[in-house]
């Protein structure tokens, strides 16, 4: 359907609509598509711009989140788990020419759990890699997104191979029009229990005020307030392979020693985005974490966590 006579739908079926697309973009995706730091993003997929802005540029984020406990367990072995989880991440973009953008930079990401019961966990998971990637505009409306995140991925820091890995992401987005985006891409994780997993999304301004940004980790609708605050409803989806040694929490399994085990999180809620002066935007949200699994895939163990609470705080910072 033509995205221009979709814009001319009545308000309220517009954003009907909007959020039946948002529920096939989050189906086609899903929380698999987020792992690179233990979050490959196609947000992270570029924009096209008409200009090239100043030579070098600087993207900067930090979060931080804490979740209420929430009973977990596998088979009969259960207890209780909460979450404090922080990320924060710093990234050079150079000019190289007009149609090339090179991205260098580091990131890293660590979550710790309060663990209580028989919970044979560990009691953190974290990431410290580099971003190694470039920007290509490849045709007019087209853009490419080459990205590599080679790092140690673990429970704990720890000279092992079997910490490291290097996560790939293709990406592709394509511009109709000034009003809609879509996304296209690929995820490589050697580590994860699906090593390449396809996706989709889009970014589709439907109405004056109202945006649809059915991205992974964090497909949301927002609606603008004002010019510099903005209200959003929607997930918050986290995804990461790592290498587990041989620390698992209050209870020790041998048959999860030296393992890798993906852990999938999904929270929905509500939360505001101002944007304080030209460069910095602070976000505040809660809502449920609605899901959370920790998938040993090679030793066929699986811990799933009821839904619980979550609060969280970030700020980006672009100059």
């Not at 992974?216 to 209200?231: G, I, M, Q, S, Y």
């Not at 999904?266 to 449920?288: D, F, I, P, T």
Request: net charge negative; proline share 4%.
């Amino acid at each position: 359907m033509n995205s221009r006579l979709l814009l001319t739908l009545p308000h309220v079926p517009r954003i009907a609509f909007a959020l039946v697309v948002a529920a096939l973009a989050l189906l086609f995706g899903g929380p698999s598509l987020l792992a690179a730091d233990g979050k490959a993003r196609f947000v992270h997929v570029p924009e096209k711009v008409e200009e090239a802005g100043a030579e070098v540029s600087f993207e900067n984020k930090g979060q931080y989140s804490v979740t209420s406990g929430s009973r977990t367990k596998s088979g009969s072995h259960g207890g209780s788990l909460s979450e404090q989880h922080g990320s924060i991440e710093s990234i050079a973009s150079i000019h190289l020419d007009d149609d090339i953008l090179l991205r260098v930079g580091a990131a890293g990401e660590r979550y710790s759990f309060g663990l209580t019961g028989e919970l044979a966990l560990p009691e953190e998971l974290q990431s410290a890699n580099l971003v190694i990637g470039a920007d290509i505009d490849i045709a007019e409306q087209w853009m490419m997104r080459l990205e590599i995140h080679p790092g140690v991925y673990s429970d704990r820091w720890q000279a092992s191979f079997r910490d490291l890995n290097c996560p790939l992401i293709i990406g592709f987005s394509w511009l109709p029009d000034k009003d809609l985006q879509w996304f296209f891409g690929l995820y490589a994780n050697a580590r994860a229990d699906c090593p390449i997993m396809p996706g989709l999304g889009l970014r589709w301004k439907f109405a004056d005020r109202w945006t649809l940004m059915a991205l992974p980790p964090n497909p949301r609708v927002e609606f603008d307030l004002t010019e510099n605050l903005a209200l959003f409803c929607g997930a918050d989806l986290h995804y990461g392979a790592y290498h587990v040694n041989d620390v698992h929490g209050l209870i020790h399994s041998k048959n999860l020693d030296n393992s890798f085990v993906d852990y999938t999180e999904m929270r929905g809620g509500v939360g505001l985005k101002w944007k304080v002066g030209r460069s910095v935007e602070l976000l505040l949200q809660g809502g449920s974490m609605v899901y959370r699994e920790f998938d040993f895939h090679k030793r066929d163990t699986t811990f799933r966590s009821k839904p619980s609470l979550y609060g969280e705080f970030g700020i980006v910072a672009n100059f």
